[in-house]
């Protein structure tokens, strides 16, 4: 069985950092990618990393509204995604969610399984 | 970035009535398309990969259609568990943007 697993949100205030884990197991975690995504109290889902397969050395990506703040990484051994999330600002308060990208036939893309979530709250 | 514009924003509607909800992409997305269900407090799930194929174990009222950049989620005969939120998400190139949700409730 899939399963991912959150942990490490809280309250943060402004400006400080915070590291949220996923613990997966159920699945070769080396074969897929990985992302991680945050939903705003009320608001739409955002995608904000990724975290590409073995294949493709693990790359990643991230949006423009972290890129240079967060960093995403894993722990093959253990297989878990990590999220650093550094200078931490008032409109990172979300839900953040890691999910699995399946990839279906070759080159169809979908977040076939997530986490149940954890709460991060940055305020003074 | 490619936006995606989903519609409509919300929807009351009554067990066992049929409802369509759009997601127009800003360019072609060329069927990357994936729909998720979000009930309230809850993660997302799964409904359709590569804008047509549900995934596994999703029922068969619910269908995906589109191509280019209008994409349609169509849910045959709501059933009670289907109210909640959904959303369209493009997988053509990072970043994978969500649509900003259509919320299904009860009238």
């Known amino acids: 069985e899939v399963k991912l697993v959150e942990s490490g949100g809280g309250l943060v205030q402004p400006g400080g950092s915070l590291r949220l884990s996923c613990a997966t197991s159920g699945f070769t975690f080396s074969d897929f990618y990985m992302e991680w995504v945050r939903q705003p109290p009320g608001k739409r889902l955002e995608w904000i990393a990724a975290s590409r397969n073995k294949a493709n050395d693990y790359t990643t990506e991230y949006s423009a509204s972290v890129k240079g703040r967060f960093i995403v990484s894993r722990d093959t051994s253990q297989s878990i995604l990590y999220l650093q999330m550094n200078a931490l600002r008032a409109e990172d308060t979300a839900i953040y969610y890691c999910?699995?990208?399946?990839?279906?036939?070759?080159?169809?893309?979908?977040?076939?399984?997530w986490g149940q979530g954890t709460s991060v709250t940055v305020s003074s | 970035d490619i936006q995606m514009t989903q519609s409509p924003a919300s929807l009351s509607v009554s067990v066992g009535e049929t409802v369509t909800i759009t997601c127009r992409a800003s360019e072609n997305i060329y069927s990357n398309l994936a729909w998720y269900q979000q009930k309230q407090g809850k993660s997302p799930q799964l409904l359709v990969y590569?804008?047509?194929n549900l995934a596994d174990g999703v029922p068969s009222r619910f269908s995906g259609s589109g191509s280019g950049t209008q994409y349609s989620l169509k849910i045959n005969s709501l059933q009670s568990e289907d109210f909640g939120s959904y959303y369209c998400q493009h997988f053509w190139g990072t970043p994978y943007t969500f649509g900003g949700g259509t919320k299904l409730e009860i009238k």
């Open positions: 999910a699995r990208v399946n990839d279906y036939d070759g080159g169809a893309y979908a977040m076939d399984y």
């Open positions: 590569a804008a047509t």
